[in-house]
């Protein structure tokens, strides 16, 4: 389970409701014998994660064009989260969002001994509008402790802290390694193909 923060500070539960990878990898593959598309298993494995609604917007509304998803779905939703924070007042442009998460993302990962910050969920914790915008969620009783060994042990699933889908937190990785906001699919990928323990 993990829950949402509500708009006026009050918090929901939510289930998780991504297939386990060797579910998710056999429901692509039976997909991919009945069209003719050219899809890496892998990376939309470590894009969305099990996440099958992810999967039917990538199918159904960008016709298997993981870039300009990666793009509309990830890169600019996490922007659009930060510009919401900005909006809010807590901040004065999307850049500057970013560099205080790196900032402070830095400080923590030096304090908690975690090496180099790179956008770990439990560190960046929600946080900058993160939770609200629905880019992380807090990870709660059962989730934490259940069998979930399908994403134990990945960059985007923290002990507390989780990415909604894997995209967010590759977005924001490339955008932190990077320093800018304004990453693109290729950076993210690349990314991605850099990191990915999975990845050739």
């Known amino acids: 389970m993990a829950d949402k923060l509500g708009g006026k500070g009050h918090s929901t539960p939510y289930l998780f409701w991504n297939l386990p990878r060797r579910s998710f990898e056999n429901i692509l593959n039976e997909v991919l014998r009945h069209v003719r598309a050219n899809v890496d298993v892998e990376l939309l494995w ?39 924070y900005c909006k809010a007042g807590r901040c004065g442009s999307i850049s500057k969002v970013l560099n205080e998460l790196i900032e402070n993302g830095n400080s923590a990962a030096r304090e908690l001994n975690l090496g180099e910050f790179v956008g770990q969920p439990d560190i960046v914790r929600g946080y900058f509008g993160l939770l609200e ?68």
């Open 46 to 84: 470590q894009l969305l994660g099990g996440n099958m609604r992810e999967l039917d917007e990538l199918v159904n509304n960008y016709d298997w064009d993981v870039a300009m998803w990666l793009r509309e779905n990830a890169i600019n939703r996490i922007k659009n989260t930060f510009d919401n």
């Open 133 to 200: 915008g629905n880019v992380m969620v807090r990870l709660l009783g059962a989730w934490r402790l259940s069998g979930t060994s399908d994403v134990q042990g990945e960059p985007w699933f923290g002990n507390d802290y989780a990415y909604q889908i894997p995209a967010y937190y590759w977005a924001l990785r490339a955008m932190i390694e990077r320093r800018t906001v304004n990453v693109s699919p290729d950076d993210v990928v690349r990314t991605i193909r850099e990191n990915a323990k999975t990845m050739p």
